[in-house]
């Protein structure tokens, strides 16, 4: 909506905004019309010269109430750039006076004084926010009544929780079976399979959708990728078997409003579960565009189902298309037949209710328009929605009659109040008349009594005989014109009272008449009058069920088609946000009017679909006419939303899911997006550093939408191949997906050339891509019928592919003939990775696949059968490392087997070798040093998963045709079943005693739910164990060799030793023991009851996980401590500091008191940080015991002291136990202690967060106790007789780790560790002395006592000196440290060194940000700036290090980077006012700066974000910051495609640079000329800090704005010159004066090249001394060398010669050139005489 601007601008009608006032250039203009024509000035005076003086002083006058409100507190950047503003527009306009002759000295006075004020402010400001970063005064500073201010410290103390001894043993079957469900892991599983028989299988499509539901719920509850991947494989199984079942089917129907509901709730299961599946370290292991492709997938067959439910209860629906596009499934990216099949039939399905005669239902392509449609006609034709429209109505019409009843009324009222009011006016008018001539005698009678009254006063002492005559007439005539007076007066009286009476009736009349005549109250409908319009409303707001939820799929799966993460391009395509009012909100408030309320109110309500308007409504004071006999109609004054109409609004599913996909708040899923950006989000992203062939993945989709070129692409871009490619195999590569009806011959042709690894990571994404990417679509019809309607949807690229002869014969040869070559070749077997699945994937279509996936499994199955014969002779001779690489090869090439089955039929011999190899591949999860080999093997583990869920519904059909496993619960015994020995088989691999026949029962819940897992009690009397979806095996519920998944998954052990396993024995105590030495220690497992002080380790059920290490060597035993889900590490250590919480492990050891801080991982045994504890229960004093639990009934447990030494770099290799008794001397100087209250930390930490900065007690502070000895520790601190546990400490060390900085306190300075030399100033803000300006050295004195008093109100005599004695730099960012040097010669203490010249500023280095207003010290600090720092405690932080300039005080940077981010600082803590030591605003030095950045090579991703973050700070401020930032990236942009070239070609480096256009914005580029036309009176023209070189405006703006800007000076406008006069005498310089003195210093110096010279360096060269020669010798007369050169003329070509010529020119003008090396003796004598005789 536009706003009226007011003045001479308002025209036209108004759109309802509030009108703006008056223009100021409008009040001006009338100001001088009124002064030019009112006669106000006279002849002499000049209207507009006086306006000019008045708003000059309206502008001083203004500028003096603004610094009434200006002190230190409130000089903000805002409050100084309005006072800047306001005092720039005042000198201005005096500027303009003076120029036209008028004085102005007191005006130029007052505006000093102002400026000075403000200058006054600023400094105090700047003062007291220095006075609060003051370091504390050293002992040898600090005068009467003043301490050092070093702070209160202590150690930190905690509680070591006791020792915990192993829980005690249940036994028994039912013990075993127990602990065998609860180690196993299994999952439950639904019945909804197409397997089922029975009830599960006639049950209806709403019954499975509840048991999904609760399944999910119940996997929810789990952790792991396997409990994820059930979830989400459970739900696609059921709803892709729908779609290919038919959407026609009964199984596949949905029945009723209810089954919508549920199926709607399970979409949201469905997609927040694999949203957080995605964000797991799992997703790695699988295409990330298939899941997201099933995702869609799943919900687009939601959507036909929905569609299918609303045309069987809403025949109307039938009527209308879809909102889905059947071609848009062509994206997808699926890897199973099932999942294609759905795909096809949903397409069909789409296909076949797709018409162009139709509009489209809840699809906003047509901007809703065949909605809008289906709404008028449902509700015309639904009785209860016009039931709800007709009740609506007559409310309505009620309103509207109650309205005008009200109207009516006023009407009335107001003829009625009109008779009276003209009655009374009547009878007024009538006393006027009889008052007139009264009134006129009365004004006669007063006049002549005042005329005589005014005579007799004049003769009352009147002696003069005519006069006494005169004085006696008159006295008659006085008293008869008074008494006629009376006698009118009496007459007026009674008339007036009468009149006066009746006037103020008339005016209670006239009121009651202007309400009355003030229309009543506007009615706003809540429905449009117009019944389309209606229709629609009532659509909107109480449709069905079925239909709402129809409309939230439509827009739900039309949404998972935009790219995610939304890019910025997609998100202004897609965004909405003319939005203004909402549908059912209106509806819902304005049901009630004030003059009818509904008996029946009826709430509108809204799905995810939400309707709006895009107008708004109009205000109650803007209905109608404004009176009431204005008012013509009943429907005058009543407002209908007929101009509203409903629009569908999206705003996301409203889920987890969607949070992170960066969707603007308001969206339309339908918007026009380019197929190039959808088809690109479905293509899969190839691993990082092979980004540079990621162009050859994308694929268009149909043949006339790819390039004509695609084909040539390759040959093109040849030097793009990457190392590990061939020639062959990059053209094979790139052609691969080059045209989509040729990738199959292209895929065999690879396979028949073999110029591809086909294990390598880019190629297996490119080939699953190529064959799992669906691509065009097309209808066929049946050529047996002759109708159109009949036909099916194929794939284009695959259409007649199973044909004898065509491409899948041709795939099925060519895999088989690769598979019999990679037999006998185990060293390529990591093809199998993607050849194995590859011909799964195709065994659904043709049987040969199978056979070729089968030679796969089996020829990985048996390399691992050789490994196994190898690994077995390694572990006899003891060789663990070669063990371990063996089977973890051994582990892969099963897991390479197991991959092989992911597609394609399944029988018995398949499954049983799937199990066998399941079970051998979890069984073989060993620990690896290798970390490459371990995140590949896990990735492998994954996909493995992967392949057993998929086909857990196959496994469980082949187990259970004639297998006899029956569904019982676990406490129950076997019935006599018959046993599996598929699972007896798989069982047997790992456990070889396993008896030859089990009895197998599959697990359930007590309500009959089945679980993945079975028990079998052998003849042996053991229970065994299988989950078959992960390959658990348990004997007696106990894995064998293997650690239990409930240890496994716990957060302690997950925490330091991830995802590993070990080799392990249980023991009779029920503790597991790794059978192997692993680096030298040996490592148990137990659980053990919770105790009261180990909170953290309890799993809930009243258990805590106990780990030990124990090593071979020594037999030290330590415990690995349980730091906690929040890391707060509980009672023991939550008062240690946050770095020792979060990056270590820590293991205690009770024999030596002391707790080992190491890092994370288990294998790590390098030492960061020692504790000791128990050494004694003082810290000078008795520690404060911990809270003991009154509900248990251990004895109360105190806290004890814990003394924690930091392990010098050089020692962390060391053994923990070698550190206490070898090199505990230099442990034991310095502890960590807490700052209780320390003013050093909390100037520290304006820097870093005071969390992460450790501070360390010297041995001069703290009598730490040694190391080594417990005894002399408590003796030690035994003997200091201190009242308290807090101690002053003088000697301290601080520690930034983050930033790797230290400073050590030492006789009252802080001592820089990192910078040598260098200590913290005292004054850690940059405020001081400004220097005078004709000092020649940098002697400045910072601010110190002398400013720490003028924090107070600023005053006119104080203020000038306090403003001329202070400098600052950065106002308002306070988040660096100032480092000056150590003065030399420091005997007793060291000293900082006074003076600016060599201080050092030390910034971290990050994204500069403003933060607003921020409070400190009480003082509110506005516009301050900040640097952004990560707030993890593992953050490794850089720092910038700035120069402070030895005169001006401001910083300067010495490289690009640092340099940058200064001019951000600049820019963000930059006002109006100037710096007083550089004179320059904040905007003017990051002009400055950036000008000294300029670079031949492309920005980092840092710098270019410093320089858009100055631009956005300050570019208001200084227009000439944005261009310049402009002209920088794009002059450093210039070389970018040579960057762009090195990173692409050549190896893989994974770096591409990307450089984005740089365009510059027009409003910017307007107000820099704006601001460089604002030319000064007197042709002064803008300040050359802000102004731009000529060529870099003609460059930036294509334009130079110089020649507009400049004007005649003032000197030479006004004549201010005059000739020089000729009778000035000559200059008494001999004008050779320079020439003369210059020859006199050139002979001077003598060129003294000896023979003896010459030879040795003719020697050492190898040259051949030739004879002097005239014409061959330098000034001196030597000879010089030979040219070495010599060409051979015989053979020389032309360019050889010229080249030798030049050469030699060169070489002879070298050497004839004489090196001065000596001067003459009398030089002084002669340069003295020369400084003498200086005319």
Not at 193 to 204: E, P, R
Request: hydrophobic residues 40%; proline residues 5%; charged residues 15%.
């Amino acid at each position: 909506m536009t706003m009226p601007r007011g003045g001479f601008t308002d025209v036209g009608l108004h759109t309802g905004g509030t009108p703006r006032a008056t223009s100021w250039d409008l009040v001006q203009q009338t100001l001088l019309a009124v002064l030019q024509q009112s006669g106000v000035c006279s002849a002499d005076q000049q209207p507009d010269a006086i306006l000019a003086l008045a708003l000059a002083h309206l502008d001083l006058w203004l500028l003096s109430q603004q610094l009434q409100l200006l002190r230190p507190e409130t000089a903000t950047a805002d409050m100084l750039n309005v006072c800047m503003s306001m005092l720039d527009s005042a000198a201005r306009k005096a500027a303009a006076l003076a120029m036209d002759g008028h004085n102005v000295s007191s005006f130029e006075a007052q505006l000093q004084i102002a400026a000075q004020r403000i200058q006054v402010a600023t400094a105090e400001r700047a003062v007291q926010e220095g006075n609060q970063y003051m370091l504390p005064a050293s002992s040898s500073d600090q005068g009467p009544g003043r301490s050092g201010m070093s702070g209160t410290w202590r150690l930190p103390s905690g509680v070591v929780p006791a020792a915990a001894v192993p829980e005690a043993l249940a036994t028994g079957r039912h013990a075993a079976v127990a602990n065998a469900t609860a180690a196993l892991g299994a999952l439950p599983v639904t019945t909804t399979g197409s397997t089922d028989t029975g009830a599960a299988a006639t049950a209806g499509l709403g019954h499975k959708l509840q048991q999904l539901q609760g399944l999910l719920q119940a996997l929810n509850q789990h952790s792991g990728d396997v409990a994820a991947q059930h979830a989400i494989s459970s739900v696609e199984e059921v709803m892709f078997g729908c779609a290919v079942a038919g959407f026609d089917n009964a199984s596949s129907r949905l029945q009723s409003a209810a089954d919508a509901e549920a199926l709607m709730q399970l979409i949201a299961l469905y997609r927040n579960m694999v949203s957080m599946y995605r964000q797991s370290t799992a997703a790695a292991a699988t295409m990330k565009i298939e899941v997201r492709s099933r995702e869609a997938l799943l919900t687009w067959v939601a959507y036909c189902m929905m569609f299918e439910l609303a045309k069987s209860q809403e025949p109307l629906v039938r009527s209308y298309n879809v909102a889905l596009s059947w071609r848009d499934p062509q994206y997808f990216v699926l890897c199973d037949k099932t999942a294609v099949e759905a795909t096809l039939s949903v397409s069909s399905y789409l296909y076949e209710h797709s018409s162009p005669s139709r509009h489209q239902l809840f699809s906003m392509s047509d901007s809703g328009k065949g909605t809008a449609a289906f709404a008028v006609q449902f509700v015309a034709q639904d009785s209860r929605l016009s039931g709800i429209l007709r009740q609506h109505q007559l409310d309505m019409d009620l309103s509207v009659e109650k309205h005008d009843a009200e109207v009516q009324r006023k009407k009335q009222l107001f003829a009625q109040l009109t008779a009276e009011a003209s009655e009374l006016t009547s009878q007024i008018s009538t006393l006027r008349g009889q008052l007139r001539p009264l009134e006129a005698e009365q004004a006669d009678l007063n006049r002549q009594a005042s005329s005589l009254s005014r005579r007799l006063w004049e003769l009352r002492f009147a002696v003069n005989a005519d006069k006494l005559v005169e004085k006696e007439l008159l006295e008659p005539q006085y008293a008869l014109v008074q008494s006629q007076k009376s006698a009118v007066d009496k007459k007026v009286s009674p008339l007036q009272s009468r009149k006066n009476t009746l006037e103020s009736k008339l005016a209670d009349v006239n009121r009651q008449l202007q309400a009355a005549r003030e229309a009543p109250a506007s009615v706003i409908q809540p429905l449009p009058k117009n019944t389309q319009n209606a229709h629609q409303w009532v659509f909107w707001l109480h449709k069905p069920t079925v239909l709402s939820s129809l409309a939230d799929i439509s827009l739900l799966a039309q949404q998972l088609l935009l790219p995610t993460p939304c890019s910025s391009d997609v998100q202004s395509a897609i965004q909405v946000t003319d939005m203004v009012t909402s549908i059912v909100q209106h509806y819902n408030t304005h049901q009630v009017s004030r003059y009818h309320r509904p008996v029946q109110l009826f709430t509108g309500s809204q799905g995810l679909v939400k309707p709006f308007a895009r107008a708004g409504v109009p205000g109650p004071s803007t209905i109608g006419p404004r009176y009431v006999d204005q008012i013509t109609s009943k429907e005058q004054g009543v407002w209908y939303p007929d101009d509203l109409l409903p629009v569908m609004t999206w705003n996301g599913a409203c889920t987890a899911a969607d949070n992170s996909n960066g969707f603007p708040p308001t969206f339309n899923p339908f918007a026009a997006i380019d197929t190039t950006i959808t088809a690109d989000s479905f293509t899969e992203r190839l691993p990082a550093q092979h980004a540079s062939l990621q162009w050859t993945m994308l694929q268009l989709g149909s043949r006339a939408a790819t390039p004509l070129d695609r084909g040539n692409l390759g040959i093109a871009r040849q030097d793009q191949k990457p190392c590990w490619m061939s020639k062959p195999g990059y053209l094979a590569f790139t052609s691969m997906r080059a045209y989509p009806l040729m990738q199959l011959r292209q895929l065999c042709i690879a396979l028949r050339e073999q110029h591809l690894p086909w294990g390598h990571p880019a190629v297996v994404a490119l080939v699953k891509q190529t064959v799992y990417q669906l691509g065009d679509l097309i209808w066929t019809n049946d050529s047996s019928t002759s109708s159109s309607s009949t036909g099916s949807m194929q794939l284009l690229w695959r259409r007649h592919w199973e044909a004898e002869g065509q491409e899948l014969h041709a795939l099925s040869y060519e895999l088989q003939l690769l598979a019999e070559k990679l037999a006998d070749a185990p060293r390529e077997h990591d093809a199998v990775l993607l050849l194995g699945q590859l011909a799964a994937y195709l065994a659904d279509w043709h049987s040969g696949c199978k056979e070729a996936a089968r030679q796969f499994a089996a020829m990985t199955s048996k390399a691992a059968e050789q490994l196994g014969k190898q690994l077995q002779q390694a572990r006899a001779h003891n060789q663990d490392g070669i063990a371990r690489q063996l089977q973890a090869k051994q582990s892969k090439a099963r897991a390479l087997s197991l991959l092989c089955y992911g597609a394609g039929p399944l029988d018995a011999s398949d499954v049983a070798h799937m199990l066998q190899l399941m079970v051998l591949v979890k069984h073989g999860d060993l620990l690896l040093a290798d970390t490459a080999l371990a995140d590949e093997l896990q990735q492998l583990r994954v996909q493995c998963h992967w392949v057993m869920v998929k086909r857990l519904p196959a496994v469980l059909a082949v187990l259970q045709q004639g297998s006899g496993i029956s569904r019982r619960h676990a406490v129950e015994g076997p019935a006599g079943l018959a046993g599996s020995p598929l699972m007896t088989a798989a069982v047997a691999a790992v456990l070889q005693w396993t008896p030859p026949e089990l009895q197998w029962v599959q697990l359930t819940t007590a309500a009959g739910h089945a679980w993945a897992g079975f028990h079998a009690e052998g003849s042996d009397g053991h229970l065994y164990s299988l989950n078959i979806l992960d390959g658990t095996v348990l004997l007696d519920g106990v894995p064998p060799s293997r650690l239990p998944s409930d240890i496994l998954q716990h957060p302690v052990y997950h925490c330091c030793f991830g995802s590993s396993n070990f080799d392990v024995g249980f023991t009779a105590t029920g503790m597991y023991k790794t059978l192997r030495a692993i680096d030298g220690c040996y490592y148990s497992f137990y659980w053990a009851a919770a105790s009261s002080t180990s909170q953290h380790g309890s799993t809930g059920s009243g258990r805590e996980l106990v780990i030990l290490e124990t090593e071979r060597d020594t037999g030290e035993q330590l415990q690995l401590l349980d730091v906690g889900v929040d890391g707060a590490c509980g009672a023991w250590g939550r008062e240690l500091p946050l770095r020792l919480r979060q990056l270590h492990s820590h293991w205690l050891n009770r024999q030596h008191k002391v707790i080992v801080l190491r890092p994370k991982h288990f294998q790590q045994h390098s030492v960061s940080f020692l504790i000791r504890y128990g050494v004694s229960d003082r810290i000078g004093g008795q520690s404060p015991p911990a809270a003991a639990s009154s509900a248990s009934a251990e004895p109360p447990v105190q806290a004890t002291a814990l003394w924690c030494w930091r392990v010098p770099h050089h020692l962390t290799s060391e053994h923990w136990l070698s550190l206490l008794s070898n090199y505990a001397h230099q442990l034991q100087t310095q502890p960590m202690v807490l700052a209780d209250s320390s003013e050093h930390l909390r100037i520290l930490g304006k820097f870093e967060d005071a969390a992460y900065i450790h501070v360390y007690a010297s041995d001069k502070a703290l009598s730490a106790p040694s190391a080594g000895s417990a005894e002399a520790q408590g003796a030690h601190v035994a003997a200091r007789s201190v009242s308290t546990n807090l101690v002053t400490v003088p000697e301290l060390l601080f520690e930034l780790p983050r930033f790797g900085l230290e400073f050590e306190l030492r006789g009252g300075c802080l001592l820089s560790k990192a910078h040598s030399g260098y200590c913290l100033s005292k004054y850690q803000q940059l405020v001081g002395q400004v220097p005078p300006r004709d000092s020649a050295g940098p002697v400045c004195a910072p601010a110190g006592a002398e400013m720490e008093g003028n924090s107070g109100s600023t005053s006119s005599s104080g203020g000038s000196s306090i403003s001329s004695a202070v400098h600052y730099t950065l106002p308002g960012f306070r988040q660096y440290l100032v480092l000056e040097p150590v003065q030399e010669g420091s005997s007793d203490a060291p000293r900082p060194a006074d003076g600016y010249g060599s201080k050092m500023v030390l910034v971290p280095a990050g994204q500069v940000v403003q933060t607003g207003s921020s409070s400190s010290g009480g003082i509110p600090w506005a516009g301050t700036a900040s640097v952004a720092a990560p707030k993890h405690a593992s953050a490794t932080l850089l720092v910038h290090k700035y120069a402070v300039h030895p005169r001006f005080g401001h910083l300067r940077a010495s490289d690009v980077l640092p340099r940058l981010q200064l001019a951000a600082l600049y820019a963000a803590t930059s006002s109006l006012m100037p710096e007083p030591g550089s004179m320059m605003t904040g905007a003017q030095t990051a002009v400055q700066l950036i000008r000294q950045s300029w670079v031949n090579r492309p920005l980092s991703p840092e710098e270019v974000q410093h320089l858009e973050t100055a631009a956005a700070c300050a570019g208001h401020l200084a227009p000439a910051l944005r261009l310049l930032v402009v002209e920088l990236q794009g002059s450093a942009s210039q070389l970018q495609h040579l960057y762009d070239l090195a990173g692409a070609g050549g190896e893989d480096s994974g770096t591409t640079s990307s450089s984005k256009s740089v365009v510059i914005k027009p409003e910017a580029a307007v107000e820099y000329r704006l601001q460089a036309m604002k030319v000064l009176p007197g042709g002064w023209p803008l300040h050359r800090k802000l102004r731009l070189s000529s060529d870099v405006e003609v460059q930036v703006m294509g334009a130079s704005s110089t020649a507009a800007a400049s004007s005649m000076p003032a000197w030479k406008r006004l004549g201010q010159f005059h000739a020089i006069d000729a009778s000035v005498p000559r200059c008494p310089v001999s004008p050779a004066y320079v020439e003369e003195c210059e020859a006199r210093l050139r002979n001077l110096v003598t060129a003294t090249h000896t023979r003896s010279a010459l030879k040795r360096s003719h020697s050492w060269l190898g040259l051949k001394r030739r004879q002097p020669d005239n014409s061959k010798c330098g000034s001196g007369g030597i000879s010089m060398p030979e040219y070495p050169l010599t060409p051979n003329k015989s053979s020389s070509t032309p360019l050889e010669s010229m080249m030798h010529a030049e050469l030699q020119q060169s070489w002879e003008a070298h050497h004839s050139t004489s090196t001065p090396t000596a001067i003459a003796p009398i030089a002084a004598t002669v340069i003295s005489s020369m400084q003498v005789g200086l005319p």
